[in-house]
């Protein structure tokens, strides 16, 4: 079989988002859609969602806040997870700050309990749980907790589901790209991407690694790849899939983070920094 399980990430961050990833759904491209429970247009999302069953939910589970200028902060009581916030009140920026200011996994998993509970509340049927920038690379030991917590609350853990495509973060820039690499596919794989409609509100992100203009032209990329109808004649021609996760095969074994210093962690990281 030939199968993608397409995602879209950071629903409910921005209304440029939510536009985004809604058309997505509508030309019948995504299948798979991670809503941030902290997200600033999280009652807009749920709002524009609501209905579309044809979609399989997710949480993405944050506890980062990776721009300069548009911030997140906790869903729980911040007292319950001192461990997680800056001398502001929100997220660290990046994982790497974990080095510096060691979270306690049971706040870490207090955050991520309260976000399963907001965006339940608000409607949200959530079938999976996956995570915003990969905090487990830099917290030794978060990544079992959180499948058992997945397990617990009857979610599927994105863990078993980590195959990548290839040339994922390429795919929307590049001309032929994507029909390069249906070409050459070998089973169920993973694709991430992160729509927005361009304007002044993405242009606010960016950080010391991209500046919002950067940013926003990019997520633009994503957007228009993900409402091409062009791209879903490509797999019907090549015969693949597009899969949510609740129709994905889990694969044979759990991708487990190893024990080791940062530098084998910032690889891991840059290799899957389409995930963020």
Not at 87 to 113: A, C
């Amino acid at each position: 079989m030939k199968a993608i399980i397409t995602r879209a990430d950071d629903c409910a961050s921005s209304h440029a988002a939510n536009e985004a990833i809604l058309e997505a759904i509508e030309t019948g491209f995504v299948k798979n859609v991670s809503v941030l429970a902290c997200g600033g247009c999280l009652e807009e999302a749920a709002e524009m969602m609501a209905g579309k069953k044809e979609v399989c939910f997710g949480l993405h589970a944050c506890i980062n806040s990776e721009w300069d200028r548009v911030v997140w902060g906790p869903v729980a009581p911040a007292d319950q997870v001192a461990s997680l916030i800056d001398r502001r009140g929100v997220f660290y920026q990046d994982t790497r700050d974990f080095l510096l200011h060691r979270p306690v996994i049971e706040e870490i998993l207090t955050e991520y309990r309260c976000q399963l509970e907001r965006l339940r509340k608000m409607g949200f049927e959530i079938r999976y749980m996956d995570s915003h920038m990969f905090p487990e690379l830099a917290v030794d030991g978060l990544q079992e907790a959180m499948s058992r917590m997945a397990e617990k609350e009857g979610l599927i853990d994105h863990a078993w589901f980590n195959r990548i495509l290839p040339g994922n973060d390429r795919i929307a820039g590049g001309a032929g790209a994507f029909e390069k690499s249906l070409s050459e596919m070998n089973g169920q794989y993973l694709m991430v991407m992160h729509p927005a409609k361009y304007g002044e509100e993405m242009r606010l992100t960016g950080n010391a690694g991209a500046d919002g203009e950067t940013v926003a032209r990019a997520r633009e990329r994503d957007y228009r790849f993900l409402t091409d109808e062009k791209n879903l004649r490509l797999c019907k021609s090549y015969g693949v899939k597009l899969l949510r996760y609740d129709e994905a095969r889990r694969a044979g074994e759990r991708y487990r983070l190893q024990p080791g210093d940062f530098q084998e962690k910032e690889r891991r990281r840059n290799i899957w920094r389409c995930l963020k």
